[in-house]
T-cell receptor, first 110, second 111 residues
Framework: GDSVTQMEGPVTLSEEAFLTINCTYT??????LFWYVQYPGEGLQLLLK?????DKGSNKGFEATYRKETTSFHLEKGSVQVSDSAVYFC?????????FGAGTTVTVRA | DAEITQSPRHKITETGRQVTLACHQT?????MFWYRQDLGHGLRLIHY???????NKGEVSDGYSVSRSNTEDLPLTLESAASSQTSVYFC??????????FGQGTRLTVV
């Protein structure tokens, strides 16, 4: 079945550092890909998405590109802030069901 | 604004009791999901529904049931609560393959 594998954490960074969280997927069709973010004590929120190969999703300085040839959707941000501290989930959807990665905890220190 | 709400936000119950967690969405989405979130396991799918009167088992469905009598609601029932079901539960809804919208979560403690 469809599945997502993402980089294990936790990840600790200093403010203004570069962040990359790796995500690869296995799917039989052409899924949509997502990054969700979960702040402490809250539910998951959509951060960005891409619906087809070579699409780039972006939001709040975060970017991820749908790479069909490498089955990847890595999340990047050039300069993180303390407010970016959260758990990040990579996910895919095959039209009906969402499959999530295990989540990566990111802590940004001032 | 459309939203998805869960209730209660926190619940403490005793082993063996039946518990029902509510989920209500006003997005008019056909798809609804229940997940549990535990440290070291990420999000695991419990049950899901693609429409009224449709329900399906997810990867960790034992001990849980759902019913879908209308578009807006998908209550999750723990038939006989066990300590292993202490967790944070999230409900979500989506339209086809588009992004899912999540509730704020219910923290359930079984003592």
């Amino acid at each position: 079945g469809d599945s997502v594998t993402q980089m294990e954490g936790p990840v600790t960074l200093s403010e203004e550092a570069f962040l990359t969280i790796n995500c690869t997927y296995t799917a039989t069709g052409y899924p949509s890909l997502f990054w969700y973010v979960q702040y402490p004590g809250e539910g998951l929120q959509l951060l960005l998405k891409a619906t087809k190969a070579d699409d780039k999703g972006s939001n709040k300085g975060f970017e991820a590109t749908y790479r069909k040839e490498t089955t990847s959707f890595h999340l990047e941000k050039g300069s993180v802030q303390v407010s970016d501290s959260a758990v990040y989930f990579c996910a895919l959807s095959d039209r009906y069901k969402l499959s999530f990665g295990a989540g990566t905890t990111v802590t940004v220190r001032a | 604004d459309a939203e998805i709400t869960q209730s209660p936000r926190h619940k403490i119950t005793e082993t063996g009791r039946q518990v029902t967690l509510a989920c209500h969405q006003t997005w008019n989405h056909n798809n609804m999901f229940w997940y549990r979130q535990d440290l070291g396991h990420g999000l695991r799918l419990i049950h899901y529904s693609y429409g009224v009167h449709d329900t399906n088992k997810g990867e960790v469905s034992d001990g849980y049931s759902v019913s879908r009598s209308n578009t807006e609601d998908l209550p999750l029932t723990l038939e006989s609560a066990a300590s292993s079901q202490t967790s944070v539960y999230f409900c979500a809804s989506s339209y086809r393959g588009s992004e899912a919208f999540f509730g704020q979560g219910t923290r359930l403690t079984v003592v």
